[in-house]
């Protein structure tokens, strides 16, 4: 059964749900209903071993949680005599066999149907008379992983989750990336580590803090299991979204991950893993999306810890919450003595640029462009997010980058990279096909500057080609009769009076002596103006499209001269035949 004959048919479960539940609302019964059925599946040739056991151990007085695992060859288990298909024997009894059913898994699954609060759901369907209905028609689809694959279970609740959220008006981009992302950003956080992720038994951790259904971990998971089955990566990831973290630990359960490591709640006021490091890291976190929620807790600790918190080099705007995912990522980094750390982070433009010298932003920039942390921001083409029409860009940083990268960053433009989606999905009209991840793989791998006929692809700068310091330009205050006003006291005394009205400010690259770019550019206009060294702020920038723009010269005047006559020629024939 494909994923989408297979969401097709749980699909038709809100069929039944028709009237008595609003649109909106199907998921809150289907994506429970999914998963029970599927843990109901993948425990079903393990049940009577397991409840074997926990009555052998119950007598013995001994805690049986250990042993039941073992038997179940699971992360979980159940200890009630029901399943889904005994459930369908007793329709007066339903809805409290349902609940004890649920109470006999153990408590890393019963948490899972807390957060889709399940049981809110199933008082509700008992009251419309549907509960026994909706349970017979998930008891009669078989999930088993035999028939059903994790990954493409893992796509059905892709298609489930995109399906509600078209229809409920909420941004599928809240609750998961496409793949075909994830799939690049992997491919670009592995492919310096070929070698020593080929080794036989080699194990490697990975997060996300704004992990949402967990599709990035199980994307980079089923890489890294292709490429080498010997290896194992061990999944760590946060969510502030109760059902989509509901979602995310049934996934991660499924395929045998530690669910003890998906935590619940704001990764910024609450940080699940406090004092954790992990050797590659993703996240896609909500663009643009405000943290006046948390500010006081993001202040307080910028302002009492420093450096030794997470936000140490700067605070962005409180509208956009963006870089501070970023400065999280970066303290969650193992330290470059202990192998350190790759990781790749989805930013909309604003990261790029926002800010002047000396703002939060631009100290942000600062601090990972001098600590020589961004290997690589590729350029994605528009269109290609549900939730989201805007440009994207996909951030590579480390903390160990190879001898020929170190103080370098590249630029790779993919935005001409994409082909057309056959039906749009929200604001998602574009995707890349496996030839374009392979290119944008190719050129970060190769790391290569390369263009295609005159426009480039890929560029190659230096960390500090994006620096510049602010220079405060200050001319002399006039009286009425035009004469140079002087200060009267203090250590300005005899000194020209700078004319606030008249001050301006220049941005000077760091590479360029700030006194020859003063003769150069200011003295020939304006003679008589002096440089306020005690003004001078460092600023950093990354102008991405500047980069990439190449000039096309416009077409000879003589040339769009005939084009013009030639149409008005056409216009006064046409009047001519009017008037006739």
């Keep these: 059964m494909n994923h989408q004959s297979l969401s097709a048919f749980i699909w038709s479960v809100a069929d039944l749900l028709r009237g008595d539940y609003k649109q909106s609302e199907y998921g809150k019964v289907i994506l429970p209903f999914t998963v029970l059925r599927r843990l109901d599946c993948v425990l079903e040739s ?80 008992a009251k419309a008379g549907l509960l026994y209905q909706v349970t017979e028609r998930f008891a009669n689809v078989d999930l088993h992983p035999d028939q059903v694959s994790n990954s493409q279970m893992g796509l059905v609740f892709e298609e489930l989750i995109r399906k509600f959220a078209e229809i409920s008006n909420e941004t599928a981009g809240e609750h998961f990336t496409p793949r075909e992302v994830i799939k690049l950003m992997v491919n670009l956080l592995f492919i310096e580590d070929d070698d020593i992720l080929a080794k036989p038994g080699v194990v490697r951790t ?57 935590i619940f709640g704001n990764t910024f006021s609450d940080d699940g893993h406090l004092h954790k490091k992990f050797d590659y890291m993703l996240s896609n976190p909500p663009f643009g999306v405000e943290w006046k929620k948390v500010e006081k807790e993001v202040r307080k600790e ?19 919450g963006s870089l501070l995912f970023l400065l999280h990522l970066i303290s969650k980094m193992r330290p470059a003595v202990d192998g350190g ?65 170190k103080g370098w960053v590249q630029l790779i433009d993919a935005s001409g990279y994409w082909q057309k989606m056959r039906k ?76 606030s009205n008249l001050r301006d400010t220049e941005n000077v690259p760091l590479n360029e002596n700030i006194e020859d770019y003063f003769k150069r550019e200011v003295l020939p206009h ?14 950093y920038e990354i102008p991405f499209n500047r980069h990439f723009y190449v000039f096309e ?18 216009i006064l024939t046409m009047i001519k035949g009017l008037s006739a």
């Design 46 to 125: 393990t049940k009577d071993a397991v409840l074997a056991e926990n009555s052998n151990k119950q007598s013995a007085g001994v805690n049986p949680e250990p042993f039941l695992l073992r038997k179940a060859g699971q992360s979980f288990y159940n200890i009630s005599l029901l399943d889904m298909k005994k459930l369908m024997g007793d329709q007066d009894h339903i809805k409290e066999n349902l609940f004890a059913y649920i109470q006999g898994f153990s408590v890393a699954v019963r948490d899972i149907f807390e957060h889709f609060d399940f049981y809110t759901q199933v008082e509700r369907l």
């Design 206 to 262: 990975i997060y996300d803090p704004a992990a949402g259904t967990g599709g990035m971990l199980s994307v980079a998971g089923e890489y890294l299991h292709e490429h080498n089955p010997a290896a194992r990566l061990t999944m760590f990831g946060q969510e502030l979204n109760p059902e989509s973290y509901a979602i995310c630990k049934a996934d991660m359960l499924i395929k045998g991950q530690d669910v003890a490591n998906i």
């Design 302 to 320: 910028h302002e009492t810890q420093g450096f030794n918190g997470r936000f140490g080099p700067g605070l962005p705007r409180v509208s956009d």
């Design 341 to 405: 750390s790759r990781f790749g982070i989805v930013l909309n433009g604003s990261p790029l640029f926002t800010g002047g010298a000396g703002s939060g932003e631009s100290e942000i920039r600062r601090y990972v462009l001098e600590n020589d942390l961004v290997e690589a921001i590729i350029g994605l083409p528009t269109d290609m997010f549900y939730n989201t029409g805007i440009s994207t860009y996909v951030w590579i940083l480390s903390n160990r980058k190879p001898e020929h990268r």
């Design 424 to 499: 749009s999905l929200g604001s998602k009209r574009k995707e890349l096909s496996d030839e374009h991840t392979a290119e944008i793989t190719r050129l970060f791998g190769q790391f290569i500057e390369a263009n295609e006929g005159k426009k480039p692809i890929s560029r190659i700068f230096k960390n500090t080609d994006f620096g510049y310091r602010t220079i405060t330009v200050e001319r002399p205050l006039r009286d009425e009769h035009g004469q140079i006003v002087l200060a009267t006291k203090g250590k300005q005394k005899g000194q020209p009076q700078p004319d």
């Design 526 to 539: 304006v003679p008589d103006a002096w440089i306020d060294h005690e003004k001078t702020k460092i600023g």
């Design 553 to 570: 010269p416009p077409r000879p005047l003589a040339e769009i001269d005939a084009d013009l006559k030639q149409c008005t020629d056409r």
